[in-house]
């Protein structure tokens, strides 16, 4: 980047801050423990979508022993509209070391509960499924102690030998679930009628449908799905989705609120306030979801090991 260009990302990230309000603000945390995590993915050259998207809560939750890795490279083949994680061109080859790196960095860091998550990958032939599959595996040969929470994306597309698009994605899901993971989580994102700007390439109904996959596979799996609030959705729509998720046996619900990584990015249309996210959070609760973590600043990992 030249020294230009980083000028100019720098005037316009200042640009952004600015107009948050207060509740937005704040620390990235304890900045040594940011620097450790940082230092061990680096050098294994493997990801968290902790740095790549730039979370607010990452200093935070690796003091606390958490974190989420990056799986199958830091380049997505979807092009949502609101995700800070690179896109628009080739993913690299997958790195067949990759697996073990990351379970040799759970046990470095001495992580007592590590989420998976990854990049979409429609190239790939199960979309990433055994990849999930062996990282898990491998975690546990290494930290057989260590909780393993798996976001997944909704491995949707694709057929082969006449396979249905259904079929293909319920197989990929069942490779998952067979690894018996913590928690279960694909996140809806945001509400029926804005799926289309804001999730290019994902649909609500397929959403839902990964989640009562997994309820139906291994009931004995908590689901989990988030919404991110501020894309112009009314709280009415919010209280629907929330419906919409329980009906099809989502455990779990994480409410936060989005904030715009770039003026490339979606524009925010409205900043939910503090006291609206524990309205909600309440109304979630009373709907019957076991684990709700509804607030400005809460991203679909956050303290996910308290919920375990």
Not at 134 to 144: A, D, G, K
Not at 175 to 193: L, S
Request: net charge neutral; proline share 6%; aromatic share 6%.
């Amino acid at each position: 980047m030249s020294p230009q260009t980083n000028r100019s990302a720098i005037s316009e990230r200042r640009a952004i801050v600015s107009a948050l309000p207060d509740w937005l603000r704040r620390s990235i945390g304890n900045a040594s423990e940011i620097s450790t995590v940082q230092q061990i993915i680096k050098q294994r050259q493997i990801h968290t979508i902790c740095e790549e998207g730039r979370c607010p809560n990452r200093g935070e939750c690796y003091a606390q022993r958490t974190a989420t890795f990056l799986l199958m490279g830091p380049t997505c083949t979807r092009s949502c509209a609101f995700c800070q994680v690179d896109k628009g061109h080739a993913p690299m080859p997958l790195d067949t070391e990759e697996p073990r790196k990351v379970a040799e960095s759970v046990q470095l860091l001495g992580l007592r509960y590590v989420v998976l998550t990854s990049v979409a990958r429609d190239d790939l032939a199960d979309q990433g499924a055994g990849w999930f599959a062996e990282t898990m595996r491998q975690i546990r040969v290494l930290n057989p102690q260590t909780q393993i929470e798996v976001l997944t994306p909704d491995f949707w597309g694709g057929r082969q030998d006449g396979t249905s698009p259904e079929t293909l994605q319920q197989q990929r899901i069942a490779t998952i679930v067979a690894e018996k993971p913590a928690c279960y989580n694909h996140n809806i994102e945001t509400i029926r009628r804005l799926q289309a700007p804001v999730r290019r390439g994902a649909k609500y109904d397929c959403t839902l449908r990964v989640l009562q996959t997994v309820k139906e596979l291994d009931p004995t799996i908590p689901i989990k799905s988030g919404l991110m609030l501020g894309h112009g959705e009314t709280e009415a729509e919010v209280i629907e989705t929330l419906q919409d998720l329980r009906t099809v046996g989502c455990d779990r619900v994480t409410i936060g609120q989005y904030m715009r990584p770039s003026l490339e990015h979606l524009p925010v249309q409205k900043y939910w306030h503090p006291d609206e996210f524990e309205r909600l959070g309440k109304i979630a609760q009373d709907m019957g979801f076991s684990h709700v973590r509804s607030a400005p600043l809460v991203r679909s990992s956050y303290h996910a090991g308290e919920e375990a």
